[in-house]
């Protein structure tokens, strides 16, 4: 059915095929247009509906905040007092209530003033000027600013629950001769009262909720009626909203938008959720009118658009029928003389092209004629150039750093270029006369098991890429990328496989680095913040500790129950100081460093040590060991804690063997010696941060030594058999330096 279609639309004249595309660009054009005009203004209009409302929630929290702030000012006035300090500390509460009263109603009267209250520690109600005979009773349970302004003695304020609901808050404490005799509490209420006249200021609705408990979702106080049955759906989860969340006309409500704005406690922790409402019937009119308006004009559009299209299509068809019968003409041989020039348009240019066109057909008859008769010549010429390109080929295969090669199923290798030698050591010779060569150098027996080159390129027919790590005929590993392609012959069987080895020997070691880097620096932050915080209630707990311990007599049992916890504890904060020590970010300054002398400074600087504990240093270096880039001070650091453990953990009277060596391009030290009780569990733990038994096996900077040789690009090895020497390998690369 289609095809019909297809044939007639085909069949229609010019003038339909150039004012169909342009009328429907035309008409699709004005549309988009339309749509993106009035879909950025839609985007725009709640752009600044969200930035209007935004500014409306920012000025609530600085309402709150200037309420704390009077709350506190005035809460501080009271509070310095004397005559209140003196009757507060006497608790003479009659006295106090008619010192106050008549304070309290003008507070009341010109600040809004709703609780006016005085606690004795450690939390308790000892006046409410607002409900004098209401007192006694215990406020910690609930109220947090109470007992951590009595506590700390400082002033506190800010948005808190209370039995009567949200108040803001001023907790100020109370002193007499030095000690804290009680708490001054101004209060204003956040309830709707509150509400309306930030209403009437502002003629935005707002609601507030209470986050946490079943009905969170529930209004507590609000101005607007239409707010109290908001539903908590998909849109809005009120106890998890940490950030505003503006919604602008949600579904239920089309002419309204909302901010739901989290409003913290004293201590920064979320405890309610403020609802700003605001009508948007007037924006919804306007963005109708335009829409009418726009609508509109982009009729207008299109049909100026139909009649200028028609007009155009008529005004160029019909030269262009002119041009195509003088091109009929061309094509069947009847014109060979030039078409008469038009004027200097497409048309014109088009004219231009057919004469064009026409001496070209006349110049390349002639070069056929010619070509006809040079033609045995010019196969020798190419000839000749292919031969030539494949000695250009053979050489940059010869002298591209990679393995070019080219394998037979049977194993045969029937190519490969001199770079295997240059790297592996073999020959062409072992290469190309041994089939077995390919199985057993190159993939291995542990890759033959699983399939590789030959199963996958000769049997499967499929292009192989695979990560393959090769032994040198010394020995020595490298890494390759291997990527196999098969060629088939005729019949579509594969009859050889070409492929390509990558050297990524070094990439695999930087990659093993920066992921050793990248270990160090996470676990490190990791381990500053978990310090940071077990820190503080470490040092509460030793502190209180102590004074337990001391608030005890001598001959008082609990005395030593005592003193083993602030043993403990001290443990604690030393093993938090060695932690420290081995996270604390550092910045290397580099440069040439010898290796064996510091080996050498440690040698003489640990003498007092070594003697006491009876040790032989045997120290072996080898000739002519090079310096390597590195920051000599750091370096010495992790030498000098290394050093050190080795001494303090190995039996007395034993030899410690210290060796520097060159290895490739790398500089190694050992050290070996025996250790005293260290398990399997213990070797793998060897550098963690700890604390030990023991006073003279304490190394702070144990640690930081590990990580100063890794910073240095530099490897750290453990090994023992059973219950033999200790052996540490330490590698650092020479980067350059011989």
């Known amino acids: 059915m289609m095809k019909p279609i297809i044939h007639r639309l085909g069949s229609m004249s010019l003038k339909w095929k150039l004012m169909i595309p342009f009328l429907f660009f035309a008409f699709t054009g004005t549309t988009l247009l339309v749509l993106v005009s009035l879909t950025s203004q839609q985007q725009m209009i709640k ?49 106090l209530n008619g010192l106050l009263d008549r304070a309290y109603r003008r507070l009341a009267a010109e600040y809004d003033i709703e609780q006016f209250h005085f606690h004795i520690p450690p939390a308790t109600s000892f006046l409410r000027l607002h409900d004098p005979k209401a007192f006694g009773d215990d406020m910690g349970l609930q109220r947090k600013t109470i007992p951590w302004s009595l506590k700390h003695g400082t002033p506190v304020g ?120 605001r009508d948007r019937s007037e924006i919804r009119n306007r963005l109708d009118e335009t829409r009418h308006l726009m609508v509109l004009v982009g009729l207008a559009g299109i049909c100026m658009s139909f009649f200028l299209t028609y007009l155009v299509a008529i005004f160029f068809i019909h ?23 038009r004027r200097a348009d497409e048309i014109g240019a088009l004219t231009q092209a057919l004469n064009t066109m026409l001496a070209a057909l006349k110049r390349r008859q002639q070069v056929i004629k010619d070509y006809a008769r040079t033609l045995e010549g010019r196969v020798q010429e190419r000839t000749t150039d292919l031969v030539a390109s494949e000695e250009k080929y053979r050489t940059l295969v010869e002298n591209v750093p990679l393995i070019v090669y080219r394998i037979l199923e049977d194993g045969t290798t029937e190519f490969i270029n001199s770079y295997l030698t240059e790297i592996l050591g073999y020959s062409i010779e072992e290469a190309v006369g041994d089939k077995k060569f390919w199985r057993e150098k190159i993939i291995g027996k542990e890759s033959m098991a699983s399939g590789d080159v030959f199963e996958a390129c000769f049997q499967r027919g499929e292009v192989s890429r695979v990560e393959r790590s090769v032994k040198d005929k010394n020995g020595r590993r490298y890494t390759f990328i291997d990527h196999a392609i098969p060629a088939k012959d005729p019949h579509d069987r594969v009859a050889w496989v070409d492929g390509i080895m990558l050297d990524i020997t070094e990439l695999k070691k930087l990659q093993a680095r920066a992921l050793r880097s990248e270990e160090i620096r996470v676990l490190g932050e990791i381990s500053a913040g978990m310090a940071h915080e077990i820190r503080n209630p470490l040092i509460t707990t030793g502190g209180f500790a102590r004074r337990l311990r001391d608030a005890l007599p001598e001959n008082d049992p609990h005395r030593k129950l005592a003193q083993i916890i602030v043993e403990e504890v001290s443990r604690l904060e030393h093993f938090l100081k060695v932690l420290l020590s081995s996270i604390s ?62 001494a303090v953990s190995m039996p007395s009277g034993e030899d410690l063997h210290i060796s520097t060596s060159r290895e490739g391009d790398q500089v190694m030290v050992t050290f070996r010696h025996n250790v005293v009780r260290l398990s399997e569990d213990d070797l793998e733990k060897f550098f963690f941060p700890h604390v030990e038994n023991e006073p003279a096996w304490t190394v702070e900077d144990l640690p930081l030594s590990k990580i100063i040789i890794h910073r240095h690009g530099g490897t750290v090895d453990l090994a023992r058999e059973g219950e033999g020497p200790l052996i540490m390998s330490i590698r650092f690369p020479l980067k350059g330096f011989h």
């Open 158 to 277: 800010g948005l808190e629950w209370g039995k009567a609901g949200f108040g803001i808050r001023g907790v100020v404490p109370v002193f007499y001769d030095g000690k804290t005799v009680g708490a001054v509490e101004i209060g204003h209420s956040l309830g709707k009262a509150f509400l309306k006249r930030l209403q009437r200021r502002w003629g935005v609705d707002l609601t507030i909720y209470k986050t946490g408990g079943a009905n969170s979702h529930r209004p507590l106080a609000g101005t607007g009626s239409m707010v109290d049955d908001f539903p908590e759906n998909d849109q809005l989860e009120i106890d998890r909203i940490k950030q505003p969340t503006i919604l602008i006309a949600p579904e239920g409500y089309p002419g309204r938008s909302f901010l739901f704005g989290p409003v913290k406690d004293f201590s920064g922790t979320v405890v309610a959720v403020v609802q700003i409402s």
């Open 319 to 341: 030269p262009i029928e002119s041009i195509v019968k003088e091109a009929q003409d061309i094509a069947a041989g009847d014109r060979e003389s030039q078409l008469e020039p």
């Open 585 to 646: 970010p550092f910045d290397l300054s580099l440069t040439e460093v010898d290796v064996t002398g510091i080996l050498e400074f440690w040698e003489d600087r640990l003498q007092d040590v070594i003697e006491e504990r009876r040790i032989r240093v045997v120290m072996e270096h080898s000739e002519n060991i090079p310096k390597i880039r590195a920051d000599k001070e750091k370096l010495t650091q992790a030498f000098g804690s290394i050093f050190k453990h080795a």
């Open 47 to 95: 752009d600044e509906e969200k930035k209007e409302i935004s500014l409306y929630y920012d000025r609530f929290l600085e309402k709150i905040y200037e309420k704390k702030t009077l709350a506190l000012s005035l809460a501080t006035l009271i509070a310095e007092n004397p005559e209140v300090q003196r009757l507060l500390a006497m608790r003479d509460r009659e006295a």
